[in-house]
């Protein structure tokens, strides 16, 4: 089965390939803007957000060698900061002169992509911005500072849109909101409102339905402010939590049966980082594979992508990652923004 992941930077012009079906992986750098990039992928196409206008680009990635350009579309934005795709849209967010919009995009023509609908009833205004988007059918998730949009196209180009959390909820979300959205649930987290290192950190998971969150349900993760989030659904029955700090990414198991957890340190832990980024495969029914980048300085990114081997029982279950588990060392340039896709296909 062939097993590509993407990966971008806000601070360089070229977006990665990285065909993880080759011994070692192998790495196309593939030239998309005059600035830095954001990107996703679902399928065999990539979507890729120019942070230095408001172009998005559509990529044929069947072969992870030899990418070829199939449409793009000017969407006015000043700058593409967030990006997602799903099987017929693509979702950018992006500054303006004033408040932040999301721009719906439908990809039904991969070479000639048409602008669906733009909602700018964001609330996200001056230097804060909106760092991640990610859409699956009818419903999105857009994450800003200090909270997130929890987005209804069930009417493509008339979308609604509410905050969240509501004003009226007790959790305190401090700073720039990160987070992952499957379909069903939801994961966001952020620094806890006054943190200053003593106070423990959470996630929060919830689900989406017809544009509707449910409450928040608090998962406690320790000490350590979490620099990427992601949830996917397990195919019978449950879903996967992911977190990650700088040093370690956590993987949780909720079967229809006993929980299971798995924890390891990012790729070559100890090198001095940035950040870290964490990406389910966007298909479940699949394979269960999570794309991992631990941002450097001096090495770029260095990517894996984790096969998670989950077993049930009806006392016990185990959660373990597959070996060998490769590093792709990426020539990409060190950003508090780096976006990943990974996908796969039956061949």
């Not at 196309?28 to 679902?42: I, L």
């Not at 997130?148 to 493509?156: E, P, Q, S």
């Not at 939801?186 to 423990?200: D, S, V």
């Not at 260095?302 to 006392?315: D, I, R, Y």
Request: hydrophobic residues 40%.
């Amino acid at each position: 089965m062939p097993l590509i992941v993407i990966a971008a930077s806000t601070r360089s012009q070229d977006f990665a390939v990285i065909d993880f079906e080759k011994s070692p992986p192998k790495t196309t750098m593939v030239r998309a803007s005059a600035a830095g990039n954001v990107v996703d992928c679902y399928g065999k196409l990539a979507a890729v957000g120019d942070w230095g206008s408001g172009t998005v680009t559509l990529f044929d990635i069947s072969d992870p060698e030899t990418p070829v350009k199939r449409g793009s579309v000017s969407t006015s934005l000043a700058s593409v900061t967030a990006i997602s795709i799903d099987d017929v849209h693509v979702l950018a967010a992006g500054r303006t002169g004033g408040e932040a919009q999301l721009v719906l995009i439908s990809i039904a023509n991969p070479q000639q992509p048409q602008i669906v609908s733009v909602f700018g009833h964001t609330g996200v205004t001056g230097t804060d911005s909106i760092s991640g988007v990610v859409i699956r059918g009818n419903n999105a998730l857009a994450c800003a500072t200090f909270g997130c949009l929890v987005m209804d196209y069930a009417d493509a180009s008339h979308p609604s849109g509410v905050g969240y959390p509501s004003s009226s909820s007790t959790i305190g979300l401090d700073g720039q909101v990160v987070g992952d959205f499957d379909g069903l649930n939801a994961l966001i987290t952020a620094p806890p409102t006054g943190w200053n290192g003593t106070q423990p950190v959470y996630a929060y998971l919830f689900s989406i339905a017809k544009g509707v969150p449910t409450p928040p349900v608090q998962q406690k993760e320790g000490g350590n402010l979490l620099s990427s989030v992601a949830v996917a659904e397990i195919p019978q029955g449950g879903h996967y939590l992911a977190t990650a700090d700088l040093s370690s990414v956590t993987i949780r198991a909720f079967p229809e049966g006993p929980k299971a957890s798995v924890s390891f340190f990012v790729p070559e832990e100890g090198v001095s980082n940035t950040t870290v980024a964490l990406k389910f495969l966007n298909n479940p029914a699949v394979a269960p594979f999570l794309a991992v980048a631990n941002v450097t300085a001096e090495q770029g990114y260095l990517v894996t992508a984790s096969f998670l081997v989950l077993q049930t029982g009806e006392l016990t279950s185990t959660l373990t990652i597959a070996t060998p588990n490769p590093v792709a060392k990426v020539a990409l340039a060190p950003t508090l923004n780096p976006t990943l896709g990974i996908t796969g296909w039956i061949a």
